[in-house]
């Protein structure tokens, strides 16, 4: 064999290891998953973790609904039929960047906590929550949970990441790392919207998003909660500055959890949300919520805290007309924000070009 048959074949050989390499990789791995996400991701989908089986984050924060209730339910079931949350699924999406709860004495204002209600400060420490509430996944104590995590086909893989442990708490607290690592990662963030690419001179908004962008900064004032600003973390903008408003959002008499039985729901119908107030024990911030982002704001149907509105139209045609229209009475009366919402004399082609600027937020959009 001469010298140049055998470079040859040194470069065929490493032309077919690379081959095997980019083949024989898992899918998500080659999109640059690594192995901790890969394993909160497993956690984050398997259904044999809720007592009984059959519910899983997924369930209610589902990729393809922008990670909000697989079936777009006003409120979801939980594992056990019939007990369903009093919130609605908000979007796990993008997440990851609200900061922890904070007051912030310049502008008067709380400022971040997961939740609605800003009630944990950080992914871990949410995700420790649905796993052991009655109305979610069901389980009776973390320990339940940890059994069935020994059980589950990734716990080996769960080993080799974080070390063998015979603790049931160090074992928990590496799920909560995992999910919270996948919660993190590029595939639940991944800034792929129309928006971003125009930002990035890739995509040139139609006529109307354009003028929907316009009423979304001036006219419709969306932007002084849902801001423009870049998120200094995320580079991009996240559409909430995730402060806490109060926007009059009537008690939704679909709401399933109304039909839970004590000693879930104590109150029946008469049930009151009273969000930020209620966990900060703060009747100034009574009925007032976080604001959320508006990224795949078109697949998270229905909208608000309690699921009120059905569609995007409704909920922006409330903005414009709350005040001049009738509304059936706000959940929580006395701390409803009447100076940036209420009656924005938008006619119905501004609102309809407000829709189709929100339609741009979605993620999967591919530049030519
Ligand atoms: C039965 C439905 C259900 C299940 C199961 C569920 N969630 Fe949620 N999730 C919700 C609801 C409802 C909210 C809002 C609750 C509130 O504000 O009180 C929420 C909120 C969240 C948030 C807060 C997002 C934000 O912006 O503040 C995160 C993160 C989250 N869930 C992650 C998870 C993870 C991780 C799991 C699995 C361990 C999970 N969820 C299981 C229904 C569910
Ligand atoms: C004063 C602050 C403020 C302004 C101004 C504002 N929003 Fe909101 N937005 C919020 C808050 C707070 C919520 C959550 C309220 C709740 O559920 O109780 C919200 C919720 C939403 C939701 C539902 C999100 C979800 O996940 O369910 C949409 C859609 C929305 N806003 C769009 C808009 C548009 C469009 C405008 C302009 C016409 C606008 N907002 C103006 C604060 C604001």
Request: include cysteine; aromatic fraction near 12%; charged fraction near 25%.
């Amino acid at each position: 064999m001469n010298s140049c048959t055998k470079r040859e074949m040194i470069v065929g050989l490493i032309c077919i290891g690379l081959y095997c390499m980019i083949s024989c990789t898992p899918k998500e791995k080659r999109a640059g998953m690594n192995d901790k996400e890969l394993l909160g991701k497993q956690i984050f989908f398997d259904e044999t973790l809720s007592e009984p089986m059959g519910e899983s984050c997924a369930i209610c924060h589902t990729p393809e609904k922008g990670f909000a209730d697989k079936y777009s339910r006003i409120t979801s079931e939980g594992a056990v039929k019939g007990r369903f949350s009093n919130r609605n699924s908000m979007t796990c999406s993008y997440a990851a960047y609200v900061p922890a709860l904070y007051y912030d004495e310049e502008e008067e204002t709380f400022v971040g906590g997961l939740f609605w209600d800003g009630r944990v400060n950080s992914l871990e420490e949410q995700a420790a929550q649905p796993f052991v509430n009655p109305l979610e996944m069901g389980n009776e104590s973390n320990e339940r949970v940890v059994e069935k995590i020994r059980k589950a086909a990734y716990y080996p893989e769960l080993i080799k990441i974080y070390g063998e442990t015979t603790s049931t708490d160090s074992i928990f607290s590496y799920v909560l790392d995992a999910l919270a690592t996948y919660e993190r990662s590029v595939e639940v963030n991944p800034f792929t919207s129309k928006y971003d690419a125009w930002e990035d001179g890739k995509y040139k908004f139609t006529k109307q998003e354009k003028e929907g962008l316009k009423l979304f900064k001036e006219k419709g004032l969306c932007a002084e909660c849902h801001i423009l600003e870049k998120d200094e973390r995320a580079g991009r903008v996240l559409f909430t500055d995730h402060t806490y408003d109060n926007l009059g959002i009537p008690s939704n008499p679909e709401n399933p959890y109304f039909n839970v039985q004590p000693p879930y729901n104590t109150c029946g119908r008469d049930t009151m949300d009273m969000g930020l107030g209620a966990f900060l024990q703060d009747s100034a911030e009574y009925g007032k919520f976080r604001v959320p982002t508006l990224r795949n704001i078109v697949l998270t149907a229905p909208y608000g805290h309690n699921g009120y509105f059905k569609t995007l139209e409704e909920i922006v045609h409330f903005y414009n007309v709350r005040d001049v229209e009738d509304y059936p009475a706000p959940e929580y009366a006395e701390t409803v924000n009447k100076d940036e919402l209420g009656n924005l004399k938008l006619s119905e082609q501004e609102e309809a070009a407000i829709v189709a600027f929100l339609h741009t937020l979605t993620d999967g959009y591919l530049p030519d």
